[in-house]
């Protein structure tokens, strides 16, 4: 096939669907966008929930379909001479999946407003491992929440993709931040910085957490009603910001109910946003940790991993070796 990439693909989207490496036609470059040889590409839950039928699988045009949103790599072809990216350029980003080719993949074609220059103090794993959970995070704690000094933020899953971004942006604009998550990442998140860490194994985080202003829920009702119970927390206009998509349909209902604000939350792959953010990696304020790294034919491995939970961090897919 003239002009193929290796990717991984999925055949159909629903609870039979696996991740397959076959041959596909490389994505054609047009208008504003960037070409990107992709070297590593990050694992989120919304691309384990979309080859289940769920997440943005309605919108699949077509099969076999690439997912993944998060790449790094280097620049390949730009839109214009005087562009500020140029090919051999070191970057990261989100793609739009599936409105564009996902990054479980050797290429990517995304518009330049996707695409930011890598962190210096970051590999390619790390780097791939930032866009999609850090850009969430962001959104949730920074946009929405208004994180600020003495604002007291309850995070829940503090140790995971999003959470541990959460966690450090949160603390960094300085919110008094308490966060939930199990024994043996207690540590971890105080070296985030938690000034408090809530053992959801033996304590009901709404019986300890004492009053807070914000809530930023990772986990909604699908686990033990955290959503719900989230609520008995937050003084009154407090505000609930729920980011796993459809993890808590009465959400609205319920926070009116108790006197409370509450707003999903959809990340938009903001270049600026994530050039900011870098500058935060550069200069240790922020810190990507991947908890395991596979290679690109191991990508079911990886959904399997996730779906088991307890992921501290990211995983990640190696596509390429670092170049030269």
């Not at 009603?225 to 927390?233: A, F, I, K, W, Y």
Request: charged share 25%; proline share 6%.
């Amino acid at each position: 096939m003239a002009d193929a990439m290796r990717a991984l693909v999925i055949d159909e989207a629903g609870e039979g669907a696996e991740l397959r490496v076959r041959e596909v036609p490389r994505p054609t470059r047009v208008s504003d966008e960037v070409l990107v040889r992709v070297v590593a590409a990050g694992v989120n839950p919304i691309d384990r929930k979309t080859k289940l039928g769920k997440g943005v699988a309605a919108a699949i045009p077509s099969f076999p379909a690439v997912l993944g949103n998060d790449f790094a790599g280097v620049v390949e072809a730009v839109p214009y001479a005087a562009h500020p990216l140029q090919p051999g350029d070191r970057v990261y980003g989100m793609t739009r999946v599936p409105r564009g080719s996902g990054s479980y993949a050797e290429y990517v074609s995304v518009s330049s407003m996707s695409v930011a220059p890598m962190p210096v103090a970051a590999s390619f794993i790390e780097a791939a491992g930032v866009p999609c959970a850090a850009l969430t995070a962001w959104g949730a704690v920074v946009d929405v929440a208004r994180a600020h000094d003495g604002q007291r933020m309850l995070i829940h899953a503090g140790a995971g993709g999003v959470g541990h971004f959460a966690v450090q942006l949160a603390s960094y604009f300085g919110a008094h931040v308490t966060a939930t998550g199990s024994p043996r990442n207690a540590e971890f998140l105080t070296s985030l910085g938690a000034r408090r860490v809530i053992d959801h194994t033996s304590e009901r985080f709404e019986d300890v957490a004492g009053e807070q202003d914000v809530v930023i829920d990772l986990v909604g009702n699908v686990v033990d009603d955290t959503g719900t119970r989230s609520l008995r927390v937050l003084r009154r206009g407090g505000l609930v910001v729920n980011v796993p998509t459809r993890s808590w349909p009465t959400m609205a209902e319920e926070a009116e109910a108790a006197g409370v604000r509450a707003t999903g939350y959809s990340v938009s792959p903001d270049a600026r946003t994530l050039s900011v953010i870098s500058r935060l990696i550069d200069d240790g304020s922020v810190r990507v940790h991947v908890d395991d790294e596979y290679p690109l034919d191991e990508g079911e491995a990886a959904h399997r991993r996730l779906a088991e939970g307890h992921v501290r961090g990211k995983l990640v897919l190696r596509v390429a070796p670092d170049p030269d």
